[in-house]
């Protein structure tokens, strides 16, 4: 018996160390790749610098040789090098000159269909401009730009461009809708869209099957599938068709100092999507993108449960954000988890939310020891802090009664977050937290924190929620702090400016909710209880 105790407890102790591996005194770390110093200049492979001649199998055969030769540099001299998809081998850094622009062509038909990966799940999708897979020590480099040419694959809405940018699109070719609200690059673009179909393979489907609907599937603009040792440094790039820079499945990852730029009406124009990764830095990068920044995903429902491939042992340090539906984001594609993350010293400017963390039934996956210090934010259009189990679903109605689900390997879990040191000058709601009644967020720490928002906080279906040294100024509309079927939630030292009510209290399982070192006479009502809601579920000290 006592032996069993003791390997228990061995076998305790070795989890809790798993668990507590790193803190802000011993960040994860990614090893970078070497290359060897050979040179191999595209121009020596019969490229030329035109902007006319298609440079594909020039720079394909550079990049054959350097990787025969053991490894090395692929050169891409100052210049204007038009390029079809281009595919890294192990050992390469390929390096981008300044002032040169590798330019991608708008000639769909040099792109084949191959069997890839589109937000967490394996579907038919073009080739990517640049990619490679199973590959060791690989890297892009460089000051000069890589232009993806993704403004010939996007559909747009005529209501996202000017009268000038709308009638330019119109002159370049294309189909516009029945309404004449929408302009399609291609009949076979415009019949996937009309006839929602897309490129999710199911049994006995061939390439062929898609063809119909090739140019609707857009390719990222960089993909790298289970390499290790990848470096990104330097490069600006723009203008992806799809999402900009996607490595998935990849071992000690560096993106440093690069400019992601896609236009704020790119649909699915992420920055970066880091999914399921280990072992990552990403660091003295800006991004001004159409969708979310910076992303960290692990895959989708089931299929993201089956791979059971966390993103993990990730920093992001020194960016900046401006444009984007959110600065950090993880989800909601996070059904293999996420754990051990820190974000600090970032600024976001413009995005639509700050912090995102967005997932939904169905999902699965538990995202768990996160740690943001350090934001600072101005201009967001919605959340400062946003927290939401319900993306792309409906949520219940406040007070309504419903039955409570059972939680499955299905439920997605939020757990384990360390949010200090946020500064934020306009936002329209400072702090935005809503679980699902069957898997509360837990365990949230929010500390010294000041908001300029229109509206204040909003807890829903969370446990272990913690607010402390918490400044919130110009919310007056409605109440300043709403919780809603919460349990064991805490306000310690709250600051605001005036406002009709300062803590409304909703739901017959709300309750634990402790308020202490808070002036509360600045509100015109203190509290107020409905639906159900107890005046038993506050203590104030």
């Given at each position: 018996?006592?032996?069993?105790?003791?390997?228990?407890t061995?076998?305790?102790?070795?989890?809790?160390?798993?668990i507590?591996?790193?803190?802000?005194?011993?960040?994860?770390t990614?090893?970078e790749?070497?290359?060897k110093?050979d040179?191999?200049?595209?121009?020596g492979?019969?490229?030329?610098?035109?902007?006319?001649?298609?440079?594909?199998?020039?720079i394909?055969d550079?990049i054959?040789?350097?990787?025969?030769?053991?490894?090395?540099?692929?050169?891409?001299?100052?210049?204007?090098?038009?390029?079809?998809?281009l595919?890294?081998?192990?050992?390469?850094?390929?390096h981008?000159?300044?002032?040169?622009?590798?330019?991608?062509?708008?000639?769909?038909?040099q792109?084949?269909?191959?069997?890839?990966n589109w937000?967490?799940?394996?579907?038919?999708r073009?080739?990517?401009?640049?990619?490679?897979?199973?590959?060791?020590?690989?890297a892009i480099?460089?000051?000069?730009?890589?232009?993806?040419?993704g403004?010939v694959?996007?559909?747009?809405?005529?209501?996202?461009?000017?009268?000038?940018?709308?009638?330019?699109?119109?002159?370049?070719?294309?189909?516009?809708s029945a309404?004449?609200?929408?302009?399609?690059p291609?009949?076979?673009?415009?019949?996937?869209?009309?006839e929602?179909?897309?490129g999710?393979?199911?049994?006995?489907?061939?390439?062929?099957?898609?063809?119909?609907?090739?140019?609707?599937?857009?390719?990222?603009?960089?993909?790298?599938?289970?390499?290790?040792?990848?470096?990104?440094?330097?490069?600006?790039?723009?203008?992806?068709?799809?999402?900009?820079?996607h490595?998935?499945?990849?071992?000690?990852?560096?993106?440093?100092?690069?400019?992601v730029?896609?236009?704020a009406?790119?649909?699915?124009?992420?920055?970066?999507?880091?999914e399921?990764?280990?072992?990552?830095?990403?660091?003295?990068?800006?991004f001004?993108?159409?969708?979310?920044?910076?992303?960290?995903?692990?895959?989708?429902?089931?299929?993201g449960?089956?791979?059971?491939?966390?993103?993990?042992?990730?920093?992001?340090?020194?960016?900046?954000?401006?444009?984007?539906h959110?600065?950090?984001?993880?989800?909601?594609?996070?059904?293999?988890?996420?754990?051990?993350i820190?974000v600090?010293?970032?600024?976001f400017?413009g995005?639509?939310?700050?912090?995102?963390f967005?997932?939904?039934?169905?999902?699965?996956?538990?995202?768990?020891?996160?740690?943001?210090k350090?934001?600072f934010m101005?201009?967001?259009?919605?959340?400062a802090?946003?927290?939401?189990m319900?993306?792309?679903?409906?949520?219940?109605?406040a007070g309504?009664?419903?039955?409570?689900p059972?939680?499955?390997?299905?439920?997605?879990?939020?757990?384990?977050?360390?949010?200090?040191?946020?500064?934020?000058?306009?936002?329209?709601?400072?702090?935005?937290?809503?679980?699902?009644?069957?898997?509360?967020?837990?365990?949230?720490?929010?500390?010294?924190?000041?908001?300029?928002s229109?509206?204040?906080v909003?807890?829903m279906?969370?446990?272990?929620?913690?607010?402390k040294n918490?400044?919130?100024?110009?919310?007056?509309a409605g109440?300043?702090?709403?919780?809603?079927?919460?349990?064991?939630?805490?306000?310690?030292?709250?600051?605001?400016?005036?406002?009709?009510?300062?803590?409304?209290?909703?739901?017959e399982?709300?309750?634990?909710?402790?308020?202490?070192?808070?002036?509360?006479?600045?509100?015109?009502?203190?509290?107020?209880?409905?639906?159900?809601?107890?005046?038993?579920a506050?203590?104030?000290?």
């Amino acid at each position: 018996m006592i032996k069993k105790i003791v390997i228990a407890t061995v076998v305790m102790f070795l989890a809790a160390q798993s668990i507590a591996q790193y803190s802000w005194d011993n960040l994860p770390t990614a090893v970078e790749p070497t290359f060897k110093k050979d040179t191999f200049s595209i121009v020596g492979f019969g490229a030329k610098a035109d902007g006319l001649t298609l440079n594909t199998k020039s720079i394909n055969d550079a990049i054959t040789a350097c990787h025969k030769n053991g490894g090395g540099v692929v050169l891409i001299p100052t210049g204007f090098w038009l390029t079809g998809p281009l595919v890294m081998q192990s050992n390469v850094n390929l390096h981008i000159s300044k002032a040169a622009i590798l330019q991608f062509s708008d000639d769909f038909n040099q792109y084949h269909l191959v069997k890839g990966n589109w937000e967490g799940s394996i579907q038919m999708r073009n080739q990517s401009p640049i990619s490679g897979d199973q590959l060791e020590n690989i890297a892009i480099t460089g000051k000069g730009v890589v232009d993806g040419n993704g403004d010939v694959w996007r559909m747009v809405g005529k209501d996202r461009l000017t009268e000038n940018e709308w009638k330019k699109k119109l002159a370049s070719g294309g189909l516009v809708s029945a309404d004449g609200k929408l302009w399609y690059p291609s009949a076979k673009t415009k019949k996937a869209h009309e006839e929602k179909l897309n490129g999710v393979i199911t049994e006995g489907k061939t390439v062929k099957d898609f063809e119909a609907i090739k140019d609707y599937l857009r390719p990222n603009l960089i993909v790298f599938s289970n390499c290790k040792k990848v470096l990104l440094e330097d490069v600006t790039f723009q203008n992806s068709a799809a999402w900009c820079l996607h490595p998935l499945l990849c071992e000690d990852l560096t993106i440093r100092n690069v400019f992601v730029k896609n236009p704020a009406y790119a649909q699915n124009g992420d920055g970066v999507d880091i999914e399921s990764c280990k072992n990552v830095l990403v660091e003295g990068c800006k991004f001004d993108v159409g969708d979310d920044g910076i992303c960290i995903k692990s895959g989708k429902d089931e299929a993201g449960r089956k791979r059971g491939k966390p993103a993990e042992n990730i920093v992001i340090r020194n960016n900046a954000v401006y444009h984007a539906h959110g600065g950090f984001v993880i989800g909601s594609e996070m059904s293999g988890g996420a754990k051990n993350i820190f974000v600090y010293d970032c600024i976001f400017m413009g995005t639509d939310k700050g912090l995102r963390f967005k997932t939904a039934r169905g999902r699965g996956g538990i995202v768990e020891n996160i740690y943001c210090k350090n934001i600072f934010m101005k201009d967001i259009v919605q959340e400062a802090v946003y927290f939401d189990m319900y993306y792309f679903t409906t949520p219940p109605k406040a007070g309504e009664k419903i039955e409570m689900p059972i939680a499955t390997e299905a439920t997605p879990q939020f757990q384990n977050f360390k949010i200090e040191n946020i500064v934020c000058d306009g936002a329209g709601k400072a702090i935005f937290i809503r679980g699902l009644p069957e898997m509360s967020v837990k365990n949230i720490s929010l500390t010294n924190i000041v908001i300029k928002s229109m509206l204040g906080v909003e807890i829903m279906e969370a446990e272990g929620i913690n607010l402390k040294n918490i400044k919130i100024q110009g919310s007056k509309a409605g109440s300043l702090i709403y919780v809603e079927n919460s349990n064991r939630i805490s306000f310690d030292s709250i600051n605001y400016s005036d406002t009709n009510v300062f803590l409304t209290v909703s739901g017959e399982r709300s309750k634990a909710i402790k308020l202490s070192n808070t002036d509360m006479t600045k509100a015109k009502t203190k509290t107020l209880f409905t639906n159900d809601a107890t005046v038993s579920a506050v203590e104030m000290k």
